[in-house]
């Protein structure tokens, strides 16, 4: 089993965005002990689409499915940590005419809203 598929193994077990460092914590017990061995992994599963990295908390989560040209958007909760992935079409569009309006190109558009989930409310 490659270093990627055992990350998102892990990243796919847990309720919440993980840290390179946290997941270097959690997989130290079976051998994998460097840093740049999780990036690298990070990295590769980023360039595959399966994980997304939400660049506020520093970590990474994976990503909810197949969503080709369409941006992400994340709710991160404050008090409880949650994060949820949603997709919305029309955002999308919207942010694909401004950018042709404007001329700037995004990299690798993701939206992260910080607030309150239903629970925390």
Known sequence: MSNASIVLDL?????KPLTAYEILEELTPIGITA???IYR????????????????????T???????????IFEICKTCGNVT?????NLTKNINI?????GFMADDP???IHGQCQQCN
């Open 85 to 89: 992935e949603h997709l919305d079409k």
């Open 35 to 37: 840093p740049t061995t």
């Open 41 to 60: 992994a990070l990295d590769k599963l980023v360039s595959k689409g399966l994980i997304h990295k939400i660049g506020s908390l520093n970590a990474w």
């Open 110 to 112: 993701i939206f992260e």
């Open 11 to 15: 990243l796919k077990k847990k309720d």
């Open 98 to 102: 401004l950018s042709r309006r404007t």
């Open 62 to 72: 994976v990503c909810c499915g197949p969503h080709k040209n369409i941006i992400p």
